[in-house]
């Protein structure tokens, strides 16, 4: 594009008055700014717009749009696809718009289009509430979001107002615009509940699959259990985890994942934790260093043991086979979906609503002569996975049961088919409205050809 970064000194007196930054290489805090949770994401971009208001954006884009520079936007830094950051152009930097609102009456949570979940756990918590974040999808929490269109235009896209944008962020927000912040309904959640992680050594995983098999049956919506295969350090041996939760008292709790407890871990963190606490239980597990991948397939129960060991068995192996790989994970995420299935998969662009749960891959490594190794890997271990679903290959079955893929843990390597399903088509006509000129294009591809196009 032939940019230097003397034209973002145009940018910089557009943004003048406001407490908006806009970092070059070279500035105090640029290196910090182009971090992200993966390293393999790190990009040096031209141009770093820290933002604080919906203004900042649309003033941001409209430069970009005038300059011909492409953009991305960064939340919170922490998808692996590459999507929040760019090698030739600028960044459009949420991180310093994280407030969080507490509406105590309607109960409605306004957070800010940069906060990260801690955010929210935190603020909701002070007023004995909880939000729906990550892999559960409940039928009704999100109520609108605030988003600055590629016009530049603020609006706001709920049910009642552009409702078909409103459906469409549902689950492609990324391709639509910048949401400068989301409301969600928050839900009375006062007590604290019984969580934490137990670590078994591989010689009980076919035990531990028979109990996974009976929580289909068990589960009355307020537990889930997150199982699945890491060596992790200190001892950097395989091992077998499995994150507990239940929505009530310790007693009650210790009661329903008593035959899991009864098998000996050898470690053992289950206690009674305030709700907010819980999504931190893994943070010591996965922070901000090495090139890291996320995957995501589908599973059904009941689980095989034996079909679940011999993919334990692959991917020690591989993990094995390669240098500082021991923190890699696979995740079998045991959420109950009943609540879920509230809602169709036509009633908003999130089509991974079926009768089957989650299944993620987090590979780490550090040797970048790896990467496309990996990926490949990943890819082939979550279509044996997700063989017990059956609804990766069959696309009858996908139209009715949802896609098999979580969108949250997809790449780029991905169609918007995989992702979208029947929505796919509605979604393409959508950015014709929206962003006609795909302005948003450094996510997963909605429309053919991106008319502002990078790499
Ligand atoms: C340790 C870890 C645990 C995770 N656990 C879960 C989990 O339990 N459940 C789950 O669902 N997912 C989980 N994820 C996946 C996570 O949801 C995705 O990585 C997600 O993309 C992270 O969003 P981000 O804003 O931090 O990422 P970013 O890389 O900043 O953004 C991801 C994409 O969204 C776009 N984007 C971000 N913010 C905005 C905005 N305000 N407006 C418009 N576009 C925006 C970016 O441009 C980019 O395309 C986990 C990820 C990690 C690293």
């Not at 991948?293 to 589908?298: P, S, Y």
Request: proline share 5%.
């Amino acid at each position: 594009m032939g940019n230097t970064p003397d034209v973002y000194a145009i940018l910089k007196n557009e943004l003048k008055g406001s407490e908006a930054e806009v970092l070059t290489p070279g500035s105090a805090g640029y290196a910090e700014s182009i971090k992200r949770w993966s390293e393999h994401c790190e990009k040096k971009a031209q141009a770093v717009v820290k933002v604080t208001s919906s203004s900042d954006i649309s003033k941001t884009l409209n430069f970009a749009q005038t300059n011909e520079i492409p953009f991305v936007v960064r939340g919170g830094g922490h998808s692996t696809s590459g999507s929040s950051s760019i090698d030739d152009g600028l960044v459009i930097d949420l991180s310093k718009m994280r407030k969080v609102a507490v509406d105590p009456k309607a109960k409605t949570i306004r957070a800010e289009g940069g906060t990260i979940w801690e955010d929210v756990d935190m603020e909701a918590a002070k007023f004995g509430l909880a939000t729906v974040g990550g892999t559960v999808n409940h039928t009704d929490n999100l109520i609108s979001v605030e988003i600055v269109l590629a016009s530049g235009q603020l609006v706001t896209a709920s049910e009642s107002s552009h409702p078909d944008l409103f459906w469409a962020v549902r689950g492609a927000g990324q391709n639509f615009g910048v949401v400068t912040a989301f409301t969600f309904q928050g839900y009375d959640q006062p007590d604290p509940v019984f969580a934490g992680t137990l670590v078994f050594l591989p010689d009980k995983l076919p035990q531990i699959v028979r109990f996974v098999n009976k929580f289909h049956a068990t589960s009355d919506g307020n537990q889930a259990l997150l199982w699945g295969f890491s060596s992790p350090p200190p001892a950097n041996a395989p091992v077998v985890l499995a994150q507990v939760f239940y929505n009530g008292s310790e007693s009650a709790g210790q009661e329903f994942f008593t035959d899991l407890i009864n098998l000996g871990p050898v470690a053992n963190t289950t206690s009674m934790i305030p709700y907010e606490k819980l999504n931190g239980l893994l943070n010591h597990a996965v922070g901000f260093d090495g090139r890291k991948q996320f995957g995501g397939g589908a599973f059904k129960l009941p689980l095989n043991p034996a079909f679940v060991q011999s993919i334990h068995a692959d991917f020690l192996d591989f993990v094995n086979s390669h240098e500082r790989m021991n923190e890699s994970l696979i995740l079998f995420e045991t959420i109950p979906f009943t609540k879920i299935l509230e809602v169709s998969n036509e009633e908003m662009a999130f089509s991974n609503r079926g009768d089957y749960y989650n299944v993620a891959t987090c590979f780490k490594w550090f040797d970048p002569s790896l990467d496309q190794e990996i990926r490949d890997f990943s890819r082939n271990l979550l279509k044996k996975a997700s063989q017990s679903a059956g609804v990766v290959q069959d696309e009858k079955v996908r139209s009715v049961e949802g896609v098999g893929v979580y969108g949250n843990y997809a790449n780029l390597d991905v169609s918007a088919t995989d992702i979208y399903g029947r929505n796919a088509k509605k979604l393409e006509d959508l950015k014709y409205k929206y962003d006609p000129n795909n302005l948003f294009s450094r996510g997963l591809r909605l429309v053919p050809k991106p008319l502002v196009v990078v790499n």
